[in-house]
Every structure is written in structure tokens, then in C-alpha cells.
């Protein structure tokens, strides 16, 4: 995973409350065997619809997607995170997440910014007059700015959680962060002791 400090750009702003894991990625994107590829399949059954806020010339190149509130419930699919990074997305802004939704965002990198109901409301208006508006999600000082719009907020993170981003630590970077302690550790074991080699 790689570092995350501060994500800034343009938004999409899809204005729909309790967007599921389902409706983020089909159960039928399930079945690919590889982790890639994902983005394709986003949101894909709403992108038959030619007015859908992805197939919006003027939002293409957006690096952070605004939802509704309840966003990510359902199922507790990853796939979902990886199609909306793989789509181009670094940040998801919205006034309420799914719990397991959250979680796997926060395990691969993808910044949950959980910001005031009021405040997404006022951001939501603003990305939809002005496509070009640029946004900042600040992982080091936890906020969102959207200066031109005098738009700024801060969201929660907890230190842990926060420190994964700033050092781009996932589980097994976690894990490593450790080694030598997991080596004392296999040099005092018993040898009579179940072996993983």
C-alpha cells in the first residue's frame, strides 16, 4: 500500500443515499479470478444510463467521489474498494459509512472521509455548479477543504488508522513492522511446538 497524506482534485458527486457493495460492483465482478480490472465493472449497471454522473464529461479525471449518506452497505466485498480505486478515485466523502466498508477502504488505502451531513450537502451543491472545483482531503491535519467554495471541514480517523495511511501500511506491512520480534520470538520456541516450515 502506498502512502497517503493529501489527495486533492475534482469530484464526482453521485447524490444517491444508502449505495450498497452490490450496486458499487455486481455480484457478477465477483467471479474474475485476478485483482485487477475491477473498474470496469463500477457502478456498471447505473452507467447503462447515459446520464449517470460517471458518464459526465465534465467529471472525468476525478480523483474523489462524493456519496450520499449510508455509503457502502451491504455485503462486506473489498471488491467494491478495489473497483473504486482502480476507477481513478484516491478519497470517498460522505456524511455516513458502512462499518465493513470503512474498514476495508482503510486496509487498502482508499481514505473513508466521513464528514458533517450539512457540510456534504453544501460540498455536494458546490462540486455540482462548478465541476472544476478543487478539493483537498488532508490525512496529516484529517480535512476537507474545498477553498474557492470557503467549504472546510474535519473528519475522524483513528491514530492507528491514520498512521497506516501516512506510512502505506496494510496488514502484512504491519506485520513486518515486527520481524525481529517474530524471530526472537521462533528462537526461544520449543521445538516440540507445531512448525509452520
Given at each position: 500500500m502506498k502512502a497517503v497524506r493529501i489527495v486533492s482534485g475534482t469530484a464526482v458527486p453521485l447524490d444517491r443515499t444508502d449505495v450498497d457493495t452490490d450496486q458499487i460492483i455486481p455480484s457478477d465482478w465477483l467471479k474474475r479470478?485476478?485483482?485487477?480490472?475491477?473498474?470496469?465493472?463500477?457502478?456498471?449497471?447505473?452507467?447503462?444510463?447515459?446520464?449517470?454522473?460517471?458518464?459526465?464529461?465534465?467529471?472525468?479525471?476525478?480523483?474523489?467521489?462524493?456519496?450520499?449518506?449510508?455509503?457502502?452497505?451491504?455485503?462486506?466485498?473489498?471488491?467494491?474498494?478495489?473497483?473504486?480505486?482502480?476507477?481513478?478515485?484516491?478519497?470517498?466523502?460522505?456524511?455516513?459509512?458502512?462499518?465493513?466498508?470503512?474498514?476495508?477502504?482503510?486496509?487498502?488505502?482508499?481514505?473513508?472521509?466521513?464528514?458533517?451531513?450539512?457540510?456534504?450537502?453544501a460540498l455536494m451543491s458546490a462540486v455540482?455548479?462548478?465541476?472544476?472545483?478543487?478539493?483537498?482531503?488532508?490525512?496529516?491535519?484529517?480535512t476537507v477543504e474545498a477553498p474557492a467554495a470557503g467549504l472546510e471541514t474535519s473528519f475522524p480517523m483513528d491514530a492507528g488508522t491514520q498512521e497506516r495511511f501516512l506510512q502505506g501500511l496494510d496488514d502484512i506491512g504491519l506485520t513486518m513492522r515486527l520481524v525481529d520480534d517474530i524471530g526472537e520470538f521462533e528462537t526461544r520456541r520449543q521445538p516440540w511446538m507445531p512448525a509452520t516450515s
Open positions: 479470478v485476478e485483482r485487477t480490472g475491477f473498474e470496469k465493472g463500477l457502478f456498471s449497471e447505473w452507467r447503462d444510463d447515459r446520464d449517470f454522473v460517471l458518464n459526465q464529461e465534465q467529471y472525468a479525471g476525478a480523483h474523489i467521489l462524493l456519496g450520499g449518506i449510508n455509503f457502502g452497505t451491504g455485503s462486506s466485498r473489498e471488491h467494491a474498494v478495489w473497483a473504486i480505486q482502480q476507477y481513478g478515485f484516491e478519497a470517498v466523502i460522505s456524511p455516513r459509512f458502512a462499518d465493513i466498508f470503512a474498514n476495508n477502504c482503510t486496509k487498502n488505502g482508499l481514505i473513508p472521509a466521513a464528514v458533517d451531513p450539512d457540510f456534504s450537502a455540482k455548479a462548478d465541476a472544476t472545483l478543487e478539493i483537498t482531503v488532508d490525512v496529516e491535519r484529517l
